[in-house]
């Protein structure tokens, strides 16, 4: 087995409420509220689940983009386990050229004033790479790689389509040479056409480069064919993390047989009714009481509106939280 190259243990991140004159603070929103997992080394775990469950904030997280509530995250390099939790800046701005996040919004994401050669070039210039021949022989072979013409370098953001954007926001996190990208819903603002060829350019840049990749998304089907394990994320916990065959062929927890059932599926005549995943996210401010999942679950009983259930390992790599998970048998998704 590979070795493990990030691991994450019961990572929190509240963000207070605040209110009235004096910003007191009234609540907070538990975002991510202990979450564990494991990186090993040239895998893609992907982390599902639906908008407002806690993803982005996660891969935020780990990368110190936000400070943690509470947890422990440690990146391993060359033998050595780094604790990102308490790097300070210098440390932080080394261990950022291993760690690197691709956005959903390629649009939102890439400075317009500036060219793809700004762009692309402006890590290496970061650190250190003052000679502007290297950079540009550089941002070239980067531009290459990511299946842009290297001719159009001085152009802006706004001259390129969605997907050849969602491109240059790749050859800019794969300047320093990274180990681990996080990509978070890099293919959710694109076009149907379009985000083949991307999951098809992140699948063929895994291989080449040996890297290592959490890749979150809302949507079950666009991980199935890049995800070697997916986590499914409710209301800031995990609650099922399985091998992504087993996932889809048998899940093992109500949630994720809910989502792959409102999952696009291409043959009409497979499509399930929608029936299994209505009402909203629950509010992670105030979550339902037992079960997060209890109100919307066809599954409840009685004991899943008191008793919070645990992440449990059911079989090797396989664990869920869910108190019936040993007695449902719950559909999967045929491929
Ligand atoms: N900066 C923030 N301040 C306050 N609440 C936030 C912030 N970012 C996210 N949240 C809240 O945290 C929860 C999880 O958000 P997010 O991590 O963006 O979910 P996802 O990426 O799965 O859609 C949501 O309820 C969201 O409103
Ligand atoms: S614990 Fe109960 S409510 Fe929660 S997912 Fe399992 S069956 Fe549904
Ligand atoms: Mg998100």
Known sequence: MAETLLEVVDLKKYFPITSGLFDKVVGYVKAVDGVSFALRSGECLALVGESGSGKTTVGRTLLRAYQPTDGRVSFHLDGEAIDVMDADEEELKGLRRHMQMIFQDPYASLNPRMTVFEIVGEPLLVHGIKDGAQREERVRQLMDQVGLNPQHMRRYPHAFSGGQRQRIGIARALALHPRMIVADEPVSALDVSVQAQILNLLQNLQDDLGLTYLFIAHDLSVVRHIADRVAVMYVGKIVE?????????????????????????????????????????????????????????????????????????????????CHRAEELHLSGMSS
């Open 241 to 321: 993390e399985a091998p992504v065959d087993a996932l889809f062929s048998r899940p093992r927890h109500p949630y994720s047989e809910a989502l792959m059932a409102a999952a696009p599926v291409a043959d009409p005549a497979q499509r399930q009714p929608p029936l299994l995943l209505q009402g909203e996210v629950a509010d992670p401010s105030n979550p339902p009481a037992g079960c997060p999942f209890h109100p919307r679950c066809r599954h409840a009983t009685s004991q899943c509106k008191t008793e919070v259930p645990t992440l449990q390992s059911i079989e090797t790599d396989h664990a869920v939280s």
